[in-house]
Each structure stands twice: as structure tokens, then as C-alpha cells.
């Protein structure tokens, strides 16, 4: 179970209760600087610790000067940062594509810190509205897809049709 609740917003890993299988979700979005970040991975002792590389149309959210990136566009060095402080599961999620259905548009993104990172667990969401766009996040690099809306409306349905 993953719980993305605004860690470094108000709320820190050790507020979380410890739950089994509860994973951490600390994102782009409120976590301001990489003190926040190991602070949060200290917090969580064995527990892994997923990250969550946030954008909206394609620009980083949160306090990226503090991670010292060259622009709101460099997620890439974002992702070497946090994978460099040990996160070993990141997320990759366009909020301006969610509920959508337009498709995710983080592939080119997706393909570059997997060419950088052949092991990472490397999550995407974000618009994934048909079992194509599935594949084609699957293609660049995803180990797993996030979808909420398009199974809720039934555009995606479980199990995938032969």
C-alpha cells in the first residue's frame, strides 16, 4: 500500500503510522529540498520509500531551485539526485493529465531515466486511459502503470482482454 499524504508539506514519515506493507510516498510537489528527503528516508528505516517525480504539463512542481536543477524542466536530474540519496522507486506523474484520458506524455522522460537506471522501479500515471497506453509506458521504460480513472469509467478494463 502506498500513501502519497504531502510528506514535507505539514506532514512527515514519522507522523504515518506503521502499518505492513505501508510505503511512503514523499513527492516533487511538497517535499522542498533534499534535507526533507533524508530526513524522510531516515524516518522510514527499513520501510522503502517511494518518490514522486510530480509535473504538470510537463514542469517540475514543488521547490526545484532547492535541488539545485537548472529549470523547471530538468526532472531528469532530479530523479539522479533522489536515486543518489537511495530512493530506489520513483514515480512519474504529469497532474495536468490526470482524469484525462489523453495519455501520459511523460514516455520521452520515462525513457531517459531508464536508460540511466536499467534497475529502478520506475512507476507512471497520469492519463493512461486504454491497455495501449499501458504498453507504450511499458516500452519506455515503466515496471508499473497507475490508473485510476479510466477503470473507474470503464475505459480500461481488468482483466486485459485477450
Known amino acids: 500500500m502506498w500513501l502519497d499524504a504531502g510528506i514535507g508539506l505539514r506532514l512527515r514519515v514519522r507522523d504515518l503510522p506503521i502499518l505492513p506493507h505501508l510505503r511512503p510516498v514523499v513527492g516533487s510537489e511538497t517535499c522542498a529540498s533534499p534535507n526533507l528527503l533524508d530526513d524522510a528516508l531516515i524516518e522510514a528505516g527499513d ?71 536499467p534497475d529502478l522501479d520506475l512507476i507512471a500515471g497520469g492519463g493512461v486511459r486504454t491497455w495501449a497506453d499501458v504498453d507504450r509506458l511499458g516500452e519506455a521504460g515503466a515496471t508499473g502503470v497507475l490508473v485510476a480513472s479510466a477503470l473507474h469509467n470503464g475505459a480500461l478494463r481488468a482483466p486485459r482482454p485477450a
Do not use: Y
Open 47 to 117: 520501510r522503502p520509500v517511494a518518490f514522486s517525480i510530480d509535473l504538470k504539463a510537463g514542469r517540475l512542481l514543488g521547490n526545484w531551485q532547492n535541488w539545485g536543477l537548472h529549470d523547471e524542466c530538468d526532472a531528469v536530474s532530479l530523479a539522479r539526485h533522489v536515486i543518489g540519496m537511495g530512493v530506489g522507486t520513483l514515480i512519474v506523474l504529469d497532474l495536468a493529465r490526470v482524469g484525462t484520458g489523453t495519455g501520459t506524455g511523460t514516455e520521452p522522460l520515462l525513457r531517459a531515466i531508464r536508460d540511466e537506471f
